[in-house]
Structure formats: structure tokens, C-alpha cells
């Protein structure tokens, strides 16, 4: 039944669709009821996922594709506690999710324990760990101003997720808050810029330009700032070979002659970038994997640009520059001299020969068969999202993005990610015919199989790669190395194809001979689809570890 009346829900509604938002994500529960209402009957589109955590994926890869905040609409309780998952990927990755949750009403709010179902002692204090800011809301007067904050919050370099709260009672009840469209011309949810201060951009031009060996690792920051166009100039500009982390996949073309690639778990990589007398660390802050597990250890100089203050200089000594990566490297390309091209071209294919042979002499070819397989049957412009399993493992360091955009859990590595991911990615834009790719092992899979009926009701073009290796396949190989024997990782799991053709949705299982072709008919078919490969697959040797250096 409709409501002639406009209520705090409506004005949740109202608020989000004059900040500019399309699409929402989210799963109803009772408190959060009246919101569902007025999103039903806005112009907004909603996709409702079969959980709140595969919700939150949604959210993400939306929010990474567009770059626009996306917003992510659960319940109280249980149905928020169960997006914080999703959430710490979103943070690790800076993909700029609004949550917006119900809360119970406000005669139980402080602790009061008046026993509302769902009810929490302090609901945001189980969010400010996670999100970048927290925006409780206790009157309907407060709503377009908290959502206008918390857009501003999330679109603010370092992107991130935002948590708004709201009580049943404010969204059930009538208000006579007029509708607020001011936000969409007042740029109330527009972010504050990031610009480099110009004597820190001074100072990283003239170490560049006395540099003899530069060097450049250009991490998510500059794919999320839409800087690549500003960094292909520089490199250009200071004839620098490039690498790119695993988020950074797509920031720099992998077909360029200056191009490093993405092998940063390789000791030859590590050195190259260690060797550099001016290395340029652009939006990444060099963690663990980015840094080889903290193997990687200047000989020269560092220039660290990065939006998070938090990760600036966190774990090498830089030339600091607290900047978003775009307006950055705008203002240093315009500080630098250019040079002639020299010898960079030829030392950045010498060490991709070198990795090369290493990964050769392992016998690991179906790996790279089965890799090869996707690249040639994914369409270039086709975004691809993956799961924590030994292909994406084998995807971060080799896999090329080309047009299309690659994006996995990395971030916070947890499992369950690519196919949830994978449909928000489509929702993003449901003209398009261009088809979604997602990729799990069969253990992650089984985190989101419910998703297999949002997929079918939505019609979305994903096909789901499973790598069916019958368990947690990385990490039977980490408990065999590290202990001798594996436990808990070897596991039952569904007949996939099965099950997917249950759902309605067509599925093939198939071999990794005939991988290529059977991924191709699939990608190009309407709607959802599953592929399954059984398949063992294996990692290539770490270099980390002093036993196994080159």
C-alpha cells in the first residue's frame, strides 16, 4: 500500500537521487522497510542481492567502475554487522560505498537495552574501524545533510566507504522536510581537491631530472584517480620503466615498451625497482605484496605520492607528497624536462625475459595455458573481477587487463568476492552488451551461489569461471609447505553445473583443451552463464624467502 504521506524513508530516497545516484544495492529488513518503499518509487534502480555481505561486493565493484559513490541499503543488526566484510574490502581498495543502514528506534539507542530486535549496544562502533566516517543521523532535519557529508566523505581522496545509521521511528515517520534538491546544484556532495603543494612537486622534478635510472611503481591510486593519461605522459616524458601492483592493474598499457609488468612477487623485479636511483611510488603505499613481503629496499631515492596520509612514508623513507594521484603527476609532468629516449626500453624487456625463463623452468604451462585461455576468450573491453584462488594468484602478476578493467579482493583478501563483485559491475551499466567476467575456486564459489538467482532474475551478463580444484587449493599448498600436511582444506561441494541449470542459469563444464572455446560461447550468450574447470593448478615459486632467491 502506498503512502500519501512523505516520511524520513523518502527523504533517504530524495537526498540519494539528488547527490546523482543511479543504482542501489542492498537486501530489506523490517527497520529499514519504509527506505525500500521510497527507493521503489524513485527513479533510482535497485538490485537486491541474497545477502548483505555479496551486497556490499555489488556495492564495490559499482562504486570502483563508475567511480562514483554507490549506495549499499541494509538493516539493522544482524543484516549491517553482516556487510562489514564487504566494507573492509571496500576501505582496502578505496572504492567509495555509501552504507546506509536502519537502527532500532530511538528509545533504545544509548545502551538503554530496551530488547528492539536487532538491537545493539553501539551499532557504529562496529563500523569505525572499518569505514572512513560514520554519520549518525537521530531527526529527519538531519538526513540530505548527513548523506551530503557522507557522499563528500567517500568521493574524498583517499576514496572510501562511509556509514550512515538511521532509526526505524525517523524513517517511519511523517516529515515535512521539503524535498532536497539544492544538493544536486549546491555541490554539497562534492569532495574538497587533493593537490600537491608546488614545493614538493620543485623538489620531486629536480630529483627526477637528475636522475639516471628512474623508475616508476604505480599502484591503485592512479587508476581510481583516472590518471592514467597523466602517467603514460610522464614515464614517457622521463623515459622511466613502469610497474604496476596488483591493485594498479591498468594504470600503465602492458604493451608499452616501457611497460615492467605486474611481477612483483620476483626478486628480478624487486631489484630492478630497488636499483633505481629515483624510484616514483605513485598511489600505493608498498605493503606487503606490493613490496614482495617487504623484501624490496631502495639503493636510491623514493618520491612516495599518495592520497592516504595514513600510508605516506609508512614504510620506506620518501620524498613525501600528500596528493591525489591525478592532479599529482599533472603538476610534475609539467615540472619535469624530457630526455631522449635511452636504454629503458631495453632493460624493461631484459628483465620480462628474465622472469620469464624463471617461470619457464617450473613446468608450470598448464597454468599459463589456462590463463592464456581466458585472455583469448575475454572480449578486450571487458571488466574482470577475481576471487582470492591460484588463478587470480597467476592474474595479478600476468594477466593484461588491455581496454578492460581488472579487479580482485586483494585489498583485504577475503573469499567470496569476484561473482557478487562481478554483477554490480554489470548493474553499472545495463546498456552495454559488453559481458562481465567473474573467476573463483570452488571454495570462494561456495560463498555465493545464492547470487546464481540474482543473476537469473536480473538477467545480467556475467559468466562465472570455476577453477574446481575440490578445496581451498592455496591454501593446501601453504599448510603442505609450511607444515608437511593440509587440514580443512580439501572439501564436498555441489555438482556446479547442476546446480547453476537449477537456477536457470546455462552452464558447461569443460576441460582446460577446450577452455577457450567454451568461455567464448559463454561470454557471448545473453544473461548469466557458469563455466567449470576441473582443474589442479599450482602457484609459481615464491622469491621472498633467502632459500628462494635467483
Not at 257 to 273: H, K, N
Not at 275 to 296: I, K, P, R
Request: with cysteine; charged share 15%.
Amino acid at each position: 500500500m502506498t503512502t500519501a504521506v512523505r516520511n524520513g524513508g523518502d527523504l533517504v530516497a530524495e537526498s540519494l537521487s539528488a547527490l546523482g545516484a543511479g543504482t542501489v544495492f542492498g537486501l530489506p529488513g523490517q527497520h529499514a522497510l519504509s527506505v525500500f518503499d521510497a527507493v521503489r518509487r524513485s527513479p533510482m534502480s535497485y538490485v537486491g542481492l541474497r545477502m548483505e555481505n555479496n551486497a556490499g561486493f555489488a556495492a564495490d565493484a559499482h562504486a570502483r567502475l563508475t567511480g562514483d559513490p554507490t549506495p549499499l541499503l541494509v538493516s539493522t543488526g544482524p543484516g549491517a554487522l553482516m556487510s562489514l566484510a564487504a566494507l573492509q574490502e571496500s576501505a582496502a581498495a578505496s572504492a567509495p560505498v555509501v552504507g546506509i543502514s536502519s537502527q532500532v528506534p530511538r528509545a533504545g539507542l544509548g545502551g538503554s537495552r530496551k530488547g528492539y530486535l536487532h538491537e545493539l549496544r553501539d551499532q557504529q562502533a562496529s563500523f569505525r574501524d572499518v569505514v572512513k566516517s560514520v554519520h549518525p543521523v537521530r531527526s529527519a532535519s538531519q538526513i540530505p545533510s548527513a548523506l551530503a557529508e557522507a557522499w563528500a566523505s567517500a568521493l574524498e581522496a583517499p576514496r572510501g566507504p562511509v556509514w550512515v545509521e538511521i532509526p526505524q521511528d525517523v524513517l517511519l515517520s511523517p516529515t515535512d522536510v521539503p524535498p532536497p534538491a539544492s544538493l544536486a546544484v549546491s555541490g554539497a556532495g562534492a569532495p574538497r581537491p587533493l593537490p600537491a603543494r608546488p614545493e614538493l612537486i620543485a623538489a620531486a622534478a629536480e630529483l627526477l631530472d637528475a636522475s639516471s635510472r628512474p623508475a616508476v611503481l604505480a599502484g591503485g591510486g592512479v587508476v581510481r584517480a583516472g590518471a592514467q593519461p597523466q602517467l603514460l605522459a610522464l614515464a614517457e616524458q622521463l623515459d622511466a620503466p613502469v610497474a604496476t601492483t596488483f591493485g594498479g592493474k591498468g594504470a600503465f598499457p602492458c604493451g608499452h615498451e616501457l611497460s615492467l609488468g605486474s611481477w612483483l612477487e620476483d626478486q628480478y623485479t624487486t631489484d630492478f625497482l630497488a636499483d633505481a636511483d629515483v624510484l616514483l611510488v605513485v598511489g600505493s603505499g608498498l605493503g606487503e605484496l606490493s613490496s614482495n613481503y617487504h623484501t624490496f629496499a631502495s639503493r636510491g631515492r623514493v618520491i612516495h605520492i599518495e592520497a592516504d596520509l595514513g600510508k605516506l612514508e609508512a614504510n620506506h623513507p620518501a620524498l613525501g607528497v600528500h596528493a591525489d594521484a591525478r592532479q599529482a603527476l599533472e603538476a610534475l609532468g609539467a615540472a619535469v624536462s624530457p630526455r631522449p629516449r635511452g636504454e629503458a626500453a631495453a632493460r624493461a624487456s631484459a628483465l620480462l625475459q628474465r622472469v620469464r625463463a624463471r617461470i619457464s623452468e617450473q613446468g608450470l604451462e598448464l597454468e599459463q595455458d589456462v590463463l592464456a585461455s581466458v585472455r583469448a576468450a575475454l572480449p578486450d573491453s571487458s571488466p574482470s573481477f577475481w576471487d582470492m584462488t591460484i588463478l587470480a594468484y597467476w592474474a595479478w602478476s600476468a594477466f593484461d587487463p588491455r581496454s578492460g578493467a581488472m579487479h580482485s579482493a586483494q585489498g583485504a583478501g577475503g573469499l567470496g568476492y569476484s561473482f557478487p563483485a562481478a554483477l554490480g559491475a554489470a548493474a553499472a551499466h545495463p546498456e552495454r552488451t559488453t559481458p562481465v567476467l567473474a573467476v573463483s575456486g570452488d571454495g570462494g564459489a561456495m560463498y555465493s551461489l545464492a547470487e546464481l538467482a540474482t543473476a537469473r532474475q536480473y538477467g545480467l551478463p556475467v559468466t562465472w569461471l570455476i577453477v574446481d580444484d575440490g578445496g581451498y587449493g592455496i591454501l593446501r599448498e601453504y599448510m603442505t609447505d609450511a607444515f608437511g600436511e593440509a587440514v580443512g582444506t580439501d572439501l564436498a561441494r555441489p555438482d556446479f553445473v547442476a546446480l547453476a541449470e537449477s537456477f536457470g542459469v546455462p552452464a558447461v563444464r569443460t576441460s582446460p583443451e577446450r577452455l577457450r572455446a567454451d568461455l567464448s560461447e559463454a561470454l557471448s550468450a545473453p544473461g548469466p552463464s557458469v563455466v567449470v574447470l576441473p582443474a589442479l593448478l599450482r602457484m609459481f615459486a615464491p622469491t621472498h624467502l633467502p632459500a628462494d632467491r635467483p
